[in-house]
């Protein structure tokens, strides 16, 4: 994805390779979300419902939760070479995921007590129409789910005790979890599953007259969408916070790469960068100690390491 040069003019940019992909996709879906908005709410006012004004002014709210993740892709790229972000704007996406998935446990808190309110006090329901308004609602949030659907898709050295730089180039990357991506996925899929287990329990409340039955699946679907907010809320919170999951092998990689009978590393810090880039620091002591493109070529095969920092110091 990105071209490093030599160190007085190499580019830090750590961005996805599909991050203009996602950002094209994350705006239609804000566009069609808003379409939607606007159609209902125009038609809930022709026509008196206050079913469709109320899932018109959901929708919007919908669509600034979208906004978040489109406007944290431009930012990320308008931003990708200014040298005073030191590592590129690759976490942008995950700062972006973190707010997102914040504003998606606050959701799941709302339609907690809302659902807990109608259990206590429970209110009439037009079944016709709210029937009518959540499978449209489902139907836009299905589309814009397989629009936001991820498919996911240089080193520097240290020779004895001088500072030399060096980098490596990794054009294919092995892709990476795009959060600010995944975080607008799970607020569709969240739309999406509280308009299933709306339509569930409106049927069978207009069948067997059970107005209990909607707040009910209300309450199943906060505990689900808080389920999922909290998971996204762990795994960006764990890139902004340089944690490495104990499923990415990247530093038993380096070690084996590196480690030898003359060579051991004393003391190695790996973290990602950005969807699919990864930065590491290695500070080895060697009794043969070699020159930089030798360390340098020893990881070229690890495609997620982007931004190599390495310290030889003489064992003698």
């Given amino acids: 994805m990105s071209l490093?040069?030599?160190?007085?003019?190499?580019?830090?940019?750590?961005?996805?390779?599909?991050?203009?992909?996602?950002?094209?996709?994350?705006?239609?879906?804000?566009?069609?979300?808003?379409t939607m908005m606007v159609a209902e709410i125009?038609?809930?006012?022709?026509?008196?419902?206050?079913?469709?004004?109320?899932?018109?002014?959901?929708?919007?709210?919908?669509?600034?939760?979208?906004?978040i993740a489109a406007l944290a892709y431009l930012y990320a790229r308008k931003n990708a070479r200014n040298p005073r972000f030191t590592f590129g704007t690759g976490k942008m996406g995950d700062l972006a995921g973190f707010a997102s998935a914040i504003v998606l446990a606050l959701i799941a808190l709302m339609i907690a007590w809302e659902s807990f309110l109608r259990l206590r006090s429970p209110v009439p329901i037009d079944f016709p129409q709210a029937i009518a308004v959540a499978v449209i609602g489902l139907i836009i949030n299905l589309v814009s789910a397989w629009l936001l659907k991820d498919d996911h898709q240089h080193g520097h050295g240290?020779?004895?005790?001088?500072?030399?730089?060096?980098?490596?180039?990794?054009?294919?990357?092995?892709?990476?979890?795009?959060?600010?991506?995944?975080?607008?996925?799970?607020?569709?899929?969240?739309?999406?599953?509280?308009?299933?287990?709306?339509?569930?329990?409106?049927?069978?409340g207009s069948i067997?007259?059970?107005?209990?039955?909607?707040?009910?699946?209300?309450?199943?679907?906060?505990?689900?969408?808080?389920?999922?907010?909290?998971?996204?809320?762990r795994d960006a919170g764990g890139v902004l916070l340089d944690y490495l999951s104990p499923a990415e092998d990247l530093p038993e990689e380096i070690r084996a790469a590196m480690e030898t009978n003359t060579d051991r590393i004393t003391d190695l810090h790996v973290w990602q960068l950005g969807p699919g880039h990864h930065g590491a620091i290695v500070s080895?002591?060697?009794?043969?100690?070699?020159?930089?493109?030798?360390?340098?070529?020893?990881?070229?095969?690890?495609?997620?390491?982007?931004?190599?920092?390495i310290e030889v110091e003489s064992a003698i």
């Fill in 284 to 309: 080895l002591i060697s009794s043969e100690p070699k020159a930089p493109s030798h360390y340098r070529e020893k990881l070229a095969h690890i495609h997620d390491l982007s931004h190599v920092t």
């Fill in 158 to 204: 240290h020779s004895h005790h001088e500072h030399a730089h060096d980098h490596h180039d990794h054009q294919a990357h092995s892709g990476g979890s795009d959060n600010n991506l995944r975080a607008a996925y799970v607020h569709v899929l969240a739309d999406a599953l509280t308009s299933v287990l709306a339509i569930e329990a409106l049927l069978a």
């Fill in 4 to 34: 490093h040069l030599d160190v007085r003019g190499h580019d830090h940019v750590f961005l996805g390779d599909a991050h203009e992909r996602n950002e094209r996709r994350t705006w239609f879906v804000i566009a069609l979300t808003a």
């Fill in 208 to 233: 067997y007259g059970w107005l209990w039955l909607d707040p009910a699946m209300g309450l199943v679907g906060a505990l689900v969408i808080a389920r999922w907010s909290w998971g996204l809320i």
């Fill in 42 to 67: 125009v038609a809930g006012t022709i026509y008196g419902s206050m079913a469709l004004i109320a899932d018109g002014w959901h929708m919007a709210t919908h669509a600034a939760a979208m906004l």
